[in-house]
Every structure is written in C-alpha cells, then in structure tokens.
C-alpha cells in the first residue's frame, strides 16, 4: 500500500501512490482539519461548526454528513486491508495516527522548532534542521481557505517560517556567507517589507560584505517603505545604525549577534574601556609630576588610583 501524503503548504496535493480527487472542497478540508488534530477525537458539533459557522446547527451536521460520506468515499482503498484513516462514532471523528503518512505542515514545524532550539551560532544538526523548514515551505498552509480554524493554523506556520528565516539569515552572516545572508533577508521582506530588524540586518550584512554604499541604499529603501506605509519615520536603533555606517569608511564590524541581531554592546565597552585607561594614564602622569614637584604626601593614599576606586570597569 501506498503511503498517503499530504501536501498543503502551497497547493493542496493529496496522494496515495496517485493524486487522489476530492468532490467537494469541503470534504478535502474536513480531512485536513482531522489531520491537523491527528491523535485527538474532535466532537461532531464542533467540526461542524468550524466548517459551517453561518449554518444554523442541525444544517451545519447535515452538511458535515454529506461531507464525511464523500470524503470516506475518496479515502477507502477497497483492495487494501489495512485500516481506516478515520476513527468515527457517534459523535466523535479522528484522525488514525497508526496508519502510515506524511503531512508536510507537521513536518515543517518539526524542523523549524528543532532549528530554533537554543541560541545562535547553530550547529550542523539544528542548521539543516532549519534549511529543511524553510524548503518545505512552497506557499502559505491551504491557500484560498478563510475559515477561521485554517487562518489560525496559516498565521501559526508563517510566524514560524519568519522566525526560521531570520535566524538563518543571523546564522549566515556570522558565519561570512553574506550572499546567503542577503538571500534570507530578502525572502523576509517580500513576505513583509515592515520588518526593521531585517532591514538592519541587510544593512550589517552589506557592510560586511564591502558593500557600503549597498547598506545606505537598504536604509532609505526602508525609509521609504515606512513613509509610504504607517507615515513613520524609522526607529532610533536604525538610525544609529545608519548614521555608523555613514561615518565609516572603513568595513563596519561584524556583531556577534543573538537571536534578535541586535546592534552589539562590545565595541562600545571596548571604547569605554580604552577611554578610562587613557584617563587612568594622565591621572598617573599627573601624579609624577606633582610628586616631583612637592615633596609631601601623595595626593591619593592606599596605592588605589581615583579610576580604580571609584569605578567598575568592565572586562573583556
């Protein structure tokens, strides 16, 4: 017997060895939303419901009859023994977990939540993990369908996808392969061009790259966008992202980023470190010279200097 596969992230293709052809739209949804709930027994009423919201009740069960009796009619191999895809009574359907298939929405969030796991870089296992999902992923889940049981389970898989896309795009960028990078930002945008922190990350990636001028092109691209769109200006974190790189002509560093890619607190602390030395420095030189100079006591007791006493200094 053929393994049944379901394919529903893009265009609904339902196949056991041969596509199989549904009558009635609605009978290929009852099947899906049953899968969805795979290993859990859904009450008759509530299908009905999700399936049926503007038919008064007993109408609605009335049509979720009609529907299960051409659906079992498009599933049953009647030359094969093996069991039912359906487990049904009265007043409960489910879905048969013990028969074998593949339902490319299960997989692709299995994938996508392995890859997630932890924080960045990912290692070999948790990137093929993501490279998986995101291939999976031909379209949006059951595309054309706008009942409300189906957009919360569409919203759900796109939130995963967006979350997978980025942290590839982190992860190739880290990891210098800024074509790849650019690739994954890009697919972002064009699912939704609002997305500042991609916008940022393009520009970071550009930079890295030795494509200044690329990066002050992506900031005023997401300039316009916001413009155009919500009639705001970006978010101070972009424009200091910005006004850096405008500033620089050198290649702006690299941030070891986490999940969010967020702009790094290590070069700042760098600078602050290197800023307090240089005052530590004049404070001693001073001290010299006034210690030549008078031959008393010294202006700070104890061998601690004012720098080393009155602050925390953080350390690399």
């Known amino acids: ?108 969030a299995q994938r996508a939540a392995c890859g997630l796991e932890g924080s960045l870089p990912c290692d070999g296992v948790r990137l093929k993990a993501l490279e998986e999902a995101v ?25 995963l996808l967006l979350r997978a896309l980025k942290r590839l795009q982190c992860q190739y960028r880290l990891e210098g392969a800024f074509e790849k990078a650019v690739s994954y930002g890009r697919r972002l945008l064009d699912i939704d061009s609002l997305q500042e922190d991609v916008h940022r990350e393009l ?33 101070a974190e972009t424009w200091l992202l910005y006004r850096q790189i405008r500033a620089s002509h050198e290649t702006f560093p690299v941030h070891d980023a986490e999940e969010g890619c967020q702009v790094s607190l290590q070069a700042n602390l760098l600078q602050f470190r290197r800023t307090l030395d240089l005052m530590e420095s004049t404070w001693q030189n001073l001290r010299r010279a006034v210690d030549e100079l008078v031959d008393g006591p010294e202006i700070v007791g104890g061998g601690a200097s004012f720098l080393e006493s009155e602050v925390d200094l953080p350390r690399n």
Request: charged letters at 25%.
């Open 203 to 235: 520009m970071r990636c550009y930079v890295a790259a030795g494509k200044r001028p690329a990066a002050l092109r992506q900031f005023h691209r997401c300039r316009e966008i916001l413009q155009q769109d919500l009639q705001i200006e970006p978010m």
């Open 1 to 108: 017997m053929n393994n049944l596969c379901v394919y529903t992230l893009g265009s609904v293709v339902i196949s056991r060895g041969e596509s199989l052809r549904f009558p009635t739209r609605k009978s290929r949804d009852l099947f899906v939303l049953l899968l969805l709930h795979a290993g859990q027994m859904l009450e008759r009423e509530r299908i009905a419901e999700w399936l049926w919201p503007m038919r008064s009740h007993r109408k609605a069960r009335g049509c979720l009859a009609t529907a299960l009796w051409r659906l079992r009619e498009t599933i049953v191999d009647p030359h094969s023994a093996s069991p039912s895809y359906l487990i049904r009574d009265r007043n409960l359907l489910g879905f048969n977990v013990h028969v074998p298939y593949w339902f490319d929405a299960n997989v692709f």
């Open 135 to 159: 291939a999976l992923y031909k379209g949006d889940f059951m595309d054309g369908c706008y009942d409300d049981w189906c957009l919360i389970e569409r919203e759900r898989l796109q939130l």
